[in-house]
């Protein structure tokens, strides 16, 4: 992922930051705001690792998992329409209703049966 998508969602990420760097603190989170640099410098300054280890630790956590409450976005929520195209069948539609999917003799109505 990008660190712009981390800075627009900044509070999203608060506790995988956390897990990641517990010598983190709410506050330290709450001050840096998304601030990429100013959140290194803080990590610098914490850890006392230097500046290059810390470059490379966040890089390596932007490859990890984006949270779900960030994915719930419109704008993310669309595109992740979009790129289901490439899984559904010929024939169907990724903005087709779900019920369309599977078995049509199936149904999710317990009166009905199914």
Do not use: C
């Amino acid at each position: 992922m990008r660190w712009r998508t981390v800075e627009q969602n900044w509070e999203a990420f608060h506790e995988s930051l956390l897990d990641t760097w517990p010598v983190l603190s709410e506050d330290d989170l709450i001050d840096v705001e998304g601030d990429r640099q100013t959140f290194q410098q803080r990590l610098i300054e914490l850890t006392g690792e230097e500046p290059d280890d810390v470059a490379q630790q966040i890089e390596e956590w932007l490859e990890g998992a984006v949270p779900s409450d960030v994915h719930m976005d419109e704008q993310h929520d669309n595109q992740s329409i979009l790129d289901s195209e490439l899984y559904v069948s010929p024939g169907e539609d990724a903005s087709d209703d779900d019920r369309k999917f599977g078995d049509d003799n199936v149904t999710d109505d317990p009166v009905r049966g199914g």
